[in-house]
């Protein structure tokens, strides 16, 4: 137990960490750490510090910029010493069109205060920059009629490490160009994206994918499937490139299929995987001569997992 000295120079217990804890060790090992300069409670009954998403995300955002203030910092210097954590209680959430757009600023936390499966429920697509951890809350993406974005559950900016948890992602808006896809990625490399523990209940796909007409060495995403489940779909990335090294882990869990899409990346395809199907028809793109840009495939399982919310190349970028 590490111990704080009060102010008459007594011994103190630090407070106690507020987010619930689950009966996952991987989950427990991979929540972020270093300093959290906010805490907001969401409550749809009154019982918290706010009833919506997009109240509390306004307030967590002004206290994390009003921190990088204190520090003499600006927005740009963010790092994962400026996390704000969001606890939800159990309930459905389903904003006003025109209320939230669904951004969700960097290093932000958000853990369902009851981790039953199902209590809690955002109506609502996500757009999460980087340093993203989502765990225990289900996400329904409404049907919008292609009115505005978000168009799918999750639409995912990269960056830092990211990491979705606990969770179902549904997409319910064919017509805002995501179709039925649950998670969806803006053209990313660089970053680690980590899926553990996820039900995927609608699309053909996870529309994740790199950055399109790479040429020179590129550093490559690391992407992890662990135990997720995809019935009518396929786990899958496409690089877009043939010079971005994307290592893809899918390990454990069950799907129609997976795909790793670029010429020099790699699938760690764990055999314990449950597939419909050991191929599929997925989009990707080919190569300059027209072959499939596939890569190479392994059984390895031994997926680089992430501790205190970030990877390992994440930690040493910023010190930590």
């Not at 972020?32 to 109240?55: E, K, M, N, W, Y």
């Not at 697509?125 to 225990?136: A, M, Q, R």
């Amino acid at each position: 137990m590490i111990l704080l000295m009060a102010a008459g120079g007594g011994a103190v217990s630090p407070p106690a960490d507020p987010r619930p804890v689950v009966d996952d060790p991987l989950v427990m090992q991979m929540r972020p750490d270093g300093r959290r300069v906010g805490l907001v409670t969401i409550a749809a009954d009154g019982s918290g510090d706010f009833t919506t998403f997009a109240a509390a995300i306004a307030h967590g955002q002004s206290l994390q910029a009003a921190a990088l203030t204190a520090a003499g910092l600006g927005p740009l210097q963010m790092t994962p010493n400026f996390r704000c954590d969001y606890l939800v209680k159990p309930g459905a959430y389903t904003p006003a069109p025109g209320d939230w757009g669904g951004g969700i600023p960097p290093f932000s936390a958000f853990y369902a205060v009851d981790p039953t499966p199902g209590a809690t429920t955002l109506r609502w697509g996500l757009e999460p920059s980087g340093g993203f951890w989502w765990e225990g809350i289900d996400i329904v993406n409404v049907d919008n009629n292609g009115a505005f974005d978000p168009k799918y559950a999750i639409h995912q900016h990269a960056g830092a490490t990211s990491i979705i948890t606990r969770c179902t992602l549904t997409n319910e808006a064919p017509a805002a160009g995501g179709y039925p896809t649950p998670i969806g990625m803006d053209g990313e490399t660089g970053a680690t994206h980590v899926m553990h523990d996820v039900e995927m209940s609608t699309g053909a796909y996870t529309n994740l994918h790199g950055l399109i007409g790479g040429t020179g060495p590129l550093a490559g995403m690391t992407i992890v499937y662990s135990q997720c489940r995809f019935p009518t779909g396929s786990l899958y990335f496409d690089t877009l490139n043939d010079a971005d090294g994307t290592e893809m882990w899918v390990v454990g869990g069950s799907a129609d299929t997976a795909g790793l899409k670029g010429d020099k990346s790699t699938l760690h395809l764990d055999p314990a995987t449950v597939l419909a199907r050991t191929t599929g028809s997925y989009a990707g793109h080919v190569k300059a001569d027209g072959s499939p840009a596939t890569g190479t495939t392994d059984g390895r399982t031994d997926w680089p997992v992430p501790t205190g919310g970030l990877s390992a190349r994440d930690r040493a970028y910023y010190g930590m």
